[in-house]
């Protein structure tokens, strides 16, 4: 089975623009869940998608946003961007919002922001 | 809400050598435990996972960790580390209430000839 990916797998972008990330789960996993991962806080969670509905919310403003498509394919938003947005982006598929469900991991998408 | 504490940003090794790195996880309800692995570049890739049943967990490339609910860790180990095992850990937990990750900050481990 093919694994996470990822697009773009880097980007670069100034402060004010828009971005938007996308996701492909492994073939079968319906819910998909978007990491912001930076030297200083870690990975931290940014919300999670099943069913095309969003299930868990992580503590990002409002400017992070998050969608699922019928084919579980997911595409993350982020509008305004601050410098502080400069991290890498990790996607993450498992078979259903279940916490015995192993999530796997993408590459991931480096986003720097100037 | 849970959490997970990684007391060593980063253990020096030598090949060969034994190494233990530190996790400890504070929640008010059961919880599934996991360690990932992070190479340079890359995304994250389960190692090993703790849901339920025997304490002691193994991986295929040879680390092992023990899930001790009364000091409420899991302490990943390895008898012997290779020069590959160089990347950085992570430890995760998830409650049966939340059921999303929640990561510590990581530990790097550096192995050295």
């Known amino acids: 089975k093919a694994g996470v990916t990822q697009t773009p797998r880097y980007l670069i972008k100034t402060r004010g623009q828009q971005v938007t990330l996308s996701c492909s789960p492994i073939?079968?996993?319906?819910?998909v869940s978007w990491y912001q991962q930076t030297p200083g806080q870690g990975l931290q969670f940014l919300f999670e998608?099943?069913?095309?509905?969003?299930?868990n919310k992580g503590n990002f403003p409002g400017r992070f946003s998050g969608r699922q498509f019928s084919n579980s394919r997911s595409e993350m938003n982020v509008s305004t961007l601050e410098l502080g947005d400069s991290a890498l982006y990790l996607c993450?598929?498992?078979?259903?919002?279940?916490?015995?469900?192993?999530?796997?991991f993408g590459p991931g998408t480096r986003l720097t922001v100037l | 809400a849970q959490s997970v504490t990684q007391l060593d940003s980063q253990v020096p090794v030598f090949e060969e050598a034994p190494v233990e790195l530190r996790c400890n996880y504070s929640?008010?309800?059961?919880?599934?435990l996991f360690w990932y692995v992070q190479y340079p570049n890359q995304g994250l890739q389960l190692l090993l996972k703790?849901?339920?049943?025997?304490?002691l967990v193994e991986s295929i490339n040879g680390f092992e960790a023990e899930f001790n609910k009364s000091q409420t860790s899991f302490h990943l180990r390895k008898p012997s580390v290779h020069i590959s095992d160089t990347a950085e850990y992570f430890c995760?937990?998830?409650?049966?209430?939340?059921?999303?990750?929640?990561f510590g900050t990581g530990t790097r481990l550096l192995v050295s000839p």
């Open positions: 073939s079968g996993h319906r819910s």
């Open positions: 993450a598929s498992r078979l259903a919002p279940q916490g015995t469900d192993t999530q796997y």
């Open positions: 995760a937990v998830v409650n049966t209430g939340f059921q999303k990750l929640v």
């Open positions: 703790y849901l339920s049943g025997s304490t």
């Open positions: 998608y099943f069913s095309e509905t969003q299930r």
């Open positions: 929640s008010s309800v059961s919880v599934y």
